[in-house]
């Protein structure tokens, strides 16, 4: 990455041993601390990111989703008083 594109700045705290097994490790790889600690948490920030953002359904549960959202039920007698009651706020 081009030193002009990385303007957002991250401080973390260790202790001296965490800092010294950083240094280390990324003495062994043949980068920079940072570069170490980049190349190590993006990969762990996107699958965290995926994680809570996609869904993953069998293949059933899949079916019926599909199903739902292509033949919605009607609505009940407890979604009709919400709406009432939403649009009675006026919102």
Do not use: C, W
């Amino acid at each position: 990455m081009a030193a002009a594109l990385r303007a957002e700045r991250v401080e973390i705290r260790m202790t001296p041993a965490q800092k010294e097994n950083l240094e280390r490790a990324a003495s062994l790889r043949g980068t920079s601390v940072t570069d170490f600690i980049l190349n190590e948490v993006q990969p762990a920030a996107t699958a965290t990111i995926q994680e809570f953002e996609l869904l993953e359904l069998r293949e059933e549960d899949r079916r019926i989703f599909v199903e739902a959202l292509l033949n919605p039920p009607e609505p009940n007698e407890a979604i009709k008083a919400a709406v009432a009651r939403y649009r009675k706020m006026g919102l």
